[in-house]
């Protein structure tokens, strides 16, 4: 008797938090189309470095941004544009006068040769005139795999 009871309890409990899911996202989709919501907001970094790092390393951006509206602010998705970063972002509402940010980890493991990099981050909001805001972090990644460093000999 107690199996099927403790079965019955797990499966609520993983409804229960379904739910909330769903809910959330269907909140974060209605705020970018709900036009008497929309806010304003102002990016304070909107193009950061992460200076040079080896080849295995890993480095972190943090973007900032202020609402500068009367409606919270909701940041709805932080999408990297490929799979060497992975972004973060402020999942409650930002309210009037408050700041908000939007992180990305990048690896250096997952890019193939290294060099000079410039990376974007895709961030939609519930602000009017498109939502949607790039922000970008560039660097250099030095010791890829192949490459050589090549020194002269001297002439005898």
């Not at 909001?125 to 001297?154: M, Q, S, W």
Request: with cysteine; hydrophobic share 40%; charged share 20%.
């Amino acid at each position: 008797m107690k199996t099927p009871l403790a079965i019955i309890s797990l499966f609520l409990v993983i409804i229960a938090t379904s739910c909330k899911n769903v809910d959330k996202t269907a909140l974060q989709a209605k705020a970018t189309v709900d036009t008497a919501n929309f806010t304003t907001v102002q990016w304070l970094d909107t193009l950061l470095s992460i200076g040079t790092i080896n080849m295995g390393e890993k480095a972190q951006v943090k973007f900032r941004c202020k609402n500068t509206g009367t409606k919270p602010l909701i940041i709805t998705d932080a999408k990297p544009s490929c799979g060497c970063t992975v972004a973060d972002y402020s999942k409650e509402p930002i309210a009037p006068g408050a700041e908000g940010w939007v992180t990305g980890a990048f690896d250096s493991n997952k890019i193939h040769g290294g060099g000079d990099i410039h990376k974007t981050i895709i961030v939609s909001t519930n602000t009017p005139n498109g939502a949607y805001k790039y922000l970008v972090f560039t660097g250099i990644v030095n010791g890829a795999p192949g490459d050589k460093v090549v020194i002269p000999k001297e002439k005898k």
